[in-house]
């Protein structure tokens, strides 16, 4: 008996099209989750530390929120190819203090509809339904008063059908686990300039004074991760197992603007999936790919595998925010290009986002796409 599991094409397709140009499992563990973040094109690892969102993006940044916050991002997932796809993200933060960090937590869910199983002549033998999720846990804290490290772990279900196609034994149901790495850098004094000749000495040599160029000093921030660092996951079998997809990011984010009243935040940021074939079956494990996946196919084509993300985010007064951004992938690597925008607004402990992704296709199928987040400050409620 033969299964046409339609939503193993669509699950392949759709891998292809949302991320970079490399088949691995449980993709939905790289949509942003946040309208915050999506907001400004879809980066975050530098412009993390205001939000329970952090826990996705830099889980280093979790020590600057020393306030008890939850909030929660709804998404109906591919509007333009189906109705009945949608993604919900719950995050957490606890803080313990300033010296010892914050620790955080999330659940991720993708609901992927129900689906139809057939036999070989299309003869309908039934209806199931298909999910993924994952729950996981991080940590943040400052080492020093420049530096923060982070990590987090999460454990991933992946339940795509109970079934398995043709003669195959296994079914579509895999399980794993995935850990972070993350750091951040904000300088409390940070300055760029030029070393210029103030006098002469007896020997006729120079010395030589610092002239400043620009004072970054609490503006700047330089913040790095990798996510998703574990086995591969098997559903079938391990010659059909899947990485998970392990990604790297790094990015730089600057106040442009810096007034009492309002303030303006920019950034720009890199992301590479770290995955490498081996061959045309198999792809190295994941303590390997994250070297090899710099130079496998030549430095400057992997290089041009990256996305590339950049936007920025208004804020007045803490109240109300308003958001842009630009996402960037190369034709070769997925061609995905759109426009984020986003707004927010904070009233007393509650705060409510929302994003809308714009792209230059009309048929692509993130076009339209719109998250809303809804988050609320416990500390202030318990008060």
Known sequence: MKAKLTLFVFFLWSTAVFSQVTTTAVPFLQIAPDSRSSGFGEGGVAMAGKDPNTVFWNPAALYRIQEMKVSITHSNW??????????????????????????????????????????????????????EMAVGVSYGVPVSDSWSIGTGGRFIYSRLSPFGTA????????????????FEYHPTRFSLGIPVPSVLTSDDSSVFSWYEVADLSDRFRWGTSITNIGPSMTYIDEAQADPL?????????????????YYLDTYIEMAKLLVSNKDKDHKYPVYQAIYKA?????????????????????VYDEYVSLRAGFFYEDRRAGNRKFMTYGAGILYSFLNVDFSYISTFEESHPLAGTVRVTLGMNLSNILE
């Open 294 to 314: 710099w130079y496998q196919d030549g430095v400057v084509n992997e290089l041009n595998k990256a996305n590339l993300m950049l936007g920025g985010e208004f």
């Open 167 to 182: 003669q195959e034994e296994g079914r579509g149901i895999a399980s794993g686990f995935g850990i972070d790495l993350a």
């Open 245 to 261: 997809p392990t990604k790297f990011r790094t990015g730089f984010a600057y106040r442009l603007i810096n007034d009492e009243y």
């Open 78 to 131: 591919l509007p333009q190819l189906t109705g009945d796809l949608f993604y919900d993200y719950l995050a957490f933060v606890y803080p313990l203090d300033e010296e010892l960090g914050s620790l955080g937590a999330h659940i991720t869910f993708l609901n992927l509809g129900e689906n139809v199983r057939t036999d070989q002549t299309g003869q309908e033998l039934g209806r199931f339904l298909s999910w």
